[in-house]
């Protein structure tokens, strides 16, 4: 292949330190790109996700003409494309992919962190991607649904995955970014997740559960989970069309009431829907609601805004990090995408400006005990 001026572009392999050095494989799997000249060898971890690009040959072998040549050589790999030797650029795998958030994040220290994510939708699929593009190593994906071809519009995944599971799909996702990353699924709801899984993915002051379920009874449930473990919790629900989206979050022994206590199965200045994955709506009569589901972009909008407070609180005990909006944003935050009623009802009335996101909004403990001891019963349970 040749450039411009005529010269030949220089062909190149990508292939990690740990793969260069590893003595026991003996095929290389990855894809090659034609236009740039570049082999890139799959980690081990996703190798069959690529196309077998050649055998690896003992040492003393001679290059063969094939586009592409692997030889032992000693404690590293030589490689040849047509009988001449090419360039091999060598990175290290989980030190490169997460360079850039060098100084804002600390890689090793996310490395740690533990992600239960509680639906694997439109929003869940989008937490768990950007999460694993943060550094977060660990995650528990819990969801019992088929990924369709309706979901694509808003669904981080495609076309390829629609009829596997979405724990399955996410789960392919994730590895592309991070082939490291350990990956838990539950095909089913947070209500029948076994506690042995639990107990053996939570740790204390580095999970946090988030709720992408769009059911207040399921975010309800799996707060309580959450302050069993010591751990954080998040939710996140929208608003009809997505015009408008809630969340609310609590920190263990924070003095802070959980979701139950704090917004139960609704509230006056709540319009969330309840539960339905299928689409977004607070109408009795579903199949007489004329409308349109939210469109990616205004789910997104409203779920990175909890992102950046999941980074926040997942840090939060990081006397290092600067926290983004943790310290601006009350427990319990409604962020709008327009304040158009003709879009959203009356209830959009409420926001002054599009793209508004609230910080005054306070909750409270709506349980006397609980009101009285200035305390979650159920922290006080575990106590």
């Known amino acids: 292949m040749d450039n411009f001026f005529g010269d030949e572009i220089e062909k190149v392999v990508f292939i990690s330190d740990e793969q260069l050095k590893d003595k026991t494989s003996n095929k290389l799997y990855g894809k090659y790109f034609k236009d740039t000249n570049i082999f890139n060898i799959f980690p081990e971890e996703i190798k069959n996700r690529g196309d077998f690009l050649c055998d690896i040959l003992p040492e003393g072998s001679k290059p063969n003409n094939n586009n592409l040549c692997a030889i032992y050589n000693g404690d590293i790999i030589d490689f040849y494309s047509n009988g001449k030797k090419i ?33 694997c939708g439109s929003v869940g699929s989008l937490v768990a991607m ?13 969801d ?16 390829e995955d629609v009829g596997d599971l979405k724990i399955n799909a996410l789960t392919r996702k994730l590895k592309n970014i991070n082939p490291k990353v350990n990956v838990i699924s539950f095909e089913g709801v947070v209500e029948n997740l076994p506690k042995a899984t639990l107990d053996e993915f939570c740790k204390p002051e580095e999970t946090i559960f988030v709720g992408c379920a769009d059911n207040r009874a399921a975010d309800v449930y799996a707060n309580r989970i959450s302050i069993y473990y010591s751990s954080y919790f998040i939710s996140l629900g929208f608003w009809e069309r997505a015009c408008a989206g809630e969340i609310f979050y609590h920190i263990p022994n ?23 994955h299928h689409v977004y709506s607070n109408k009795e009569d579903i199949e007489a609601v004329k409308f349109e589901p939210g469109i990616s972009v205004d789910i997104n909008f409203i779920t990175t805004i909890g992102i950046k407070l999941i980074i926040d609180i997942l840090n939060s005990n990081n006397k290092d990090y600067i926290p983004r909006l943790l310290n601006n944003l009350k427990q319990y935050t409604i962020v709008c995408n327009t304040n158009n009623p003709e879009i959203g009802g009356e209830m959009l009335e409420i926001f002054s400006y599009p793209l508004q996101v609230t910080t005054s909004l306070v909750v409270g403990f709506g349980k006397k005990d609980c009101r009285d001891k200035c305390t979650c019963k159920y922290e006080l349970e575990e106590k």
């Open 87 to 119: 360039k091999v650029e060598v990175y290290s795998l989980y030190q490169n992919i997460f360079s850039r958030n060098k100084g804002i994040l600390e890689t090793d220290v996310m490395a740690k962190k533990r992600a239960v994510i509680l639906g």
């Open 130 to 142: 950007e999460l694993a593009k943060s550094g977060v190593g660990n995650f528990l994906l819990v």
């Open 144 to 159: 019992p649904d088929v990924m369709e071809y309706h979901n694509i519009c808003r669904h981080q995944c495609g076309i």
């Open 254 to 276: 924070k003095g802070m009431p959980c979701y139950e206590c704090a917004l139960g199965a609704g509230s006056n200045m709540s319009s969330r829907v309840q539960a339905n």
